[in-house]
């Protein structure tokens, strides 16, 4: 254990005697493969874990409620579905309006005023 102690104060020390570029370039060098590898390893693990708690956004195969169209839409014999809005087509055409989702009251809140700000700051 002391020689890698012994070589990793000699390693600082000549990394520390460097000018800033060669000092900057070597800890990159260093530190990006590093910091990847801790990130993946985090990674892996999160989503192992959220895997094991059912939280990992996939849904269950025939979750109730849930009906995905058909991959291929000559799999359901190349029938539309008597509902509009189990396809994820936008409407098209001149006249076709943007969706807006409307806020429910209790979520907008009063509009802000002068008097609305911070206790003392005008």
């Known amino acids: 254990m002391e ?3 012994g070589w990793w104060d000699g390693f600082e020390l ?12 070597v800890v990159l060098l ?5 910091s990847v590898a801790i990130a993946m390893g985090l990674d892996r693990t999160l989503r192992a874990v959220l895997h094991l708690l059912g939280r990992d956004g996939k849904p269950e195969q025939g979750a109730p409620g849930r009906t995905d169209p058909p991959a291929d839409p000559a799999a359901d014999g190349g029938h539309r579905h008597a509902d509009p809005a189990a396809h994820s087509e936008p409407p098209r055409g001149a006249g076709a309006a943007p ?5 429910p009251a209790e979520l907008v809140g009063p509009p802000l005023t002068a008097a609305a700000g911070p206790a003392g700051v005008r």
């Open 3 to 5: 020689q890698i102690a």
């Open 14 to 25: 000549w990394v520390a005697g460097l000018p800033f570029i060669p000092q900057f370039v």
């Open 30 to 34: 260093g530190m990006v493969p590093i």
């Open 99 to 103: 969706i807006i989702a409307a806020r």
